[in-house]
């Protein structure tokens, strides 16, 4: 029976990589994809509403880190960049992350941008820790890793260009 056993993992553990990694990836590139570029269609919608959410909203007072520069708002040229940088980052990183071109930067891009979302816009802090973080924010974190690490496989661009 032991033997049985080991034989099948052996056999699983050989194949899967081959088969299942590049689905794996395909799958989490969309998803990941699907999820910032969704965000960036918001946001180029009402530019001007962007703006407002960064200057008044996200980047005020009410935010932990900015009683520590002790600022009320961001100046709103500064709001105005931040939401074009945003917008464009959500649009652009997306779309060269589900045809797999540059496929580790894209995510690093993406990534950064989740770790923004996480520790400066939405950082709801309650006596059971950091919720809507885990809520969400976890799993675009973990996935945008996985990307990281394998980076592109055979069904992207990347995998094309090294062969």
């Known amino acids: 029976m032991r ?7 052996s056999g699983f553990a050989n194949k899967s990589p081959n088969i299942l990694m590049p689905v794996v990836d395909l799958f989490v590139r969309i ?4 999820e910032f570029f969704s965000s960036g269609l918001a ?8 703006t407002d959410l960064f200057q008044y909203e996200w980047f005020s007072d009410e935010n932990w880190w900015m009683t520590l520069i002790d600022a009320e708002e961001i100046p709103r040229v ?9 917008t464009a980052g ?3 990183l ?3 992350l589900v ?3 540059l496929t580790r930067y894209a995510a690093t891009g993406l990534m950064v941008m989740a770790l923004v979302i996480t520790l400066l816009v939405y950082p709801v802090w309650t006596e ?9 924010h976890v799993w675009w974190i973990m996935g945008l890793s996985v990307l990281m690490i394998i980076g592109g496989q055979k069904f992207s661009i990347d995998s094309l260009m090294e062969r």
Do not use: C, H
Not at 31 to 34: F, P
Not at 128 to 133: H, I, R, S
């Open 3 to 9: 033997k049985l056993i080991n034989k099948l993992n």
């Open 31 to 34: 998803i990941m994809a699907r």
């Open 43 to 50: 946001k180029f919608k009402s530019l001007e509403d962007t």
């Open 78 to 86: 500064l709001a105005t960049l931040l939401a074009v940088l945003a």
């Open 90 to 92: 959500e649009l652009i």
């Open 94 to 96: 997306p779309v060269i």
């Open 99 to 101: 045809v797999g071109l």
């Open 128 to 136: 059971d820790g950091l919720t809507y973080w885990w809520s969400q």
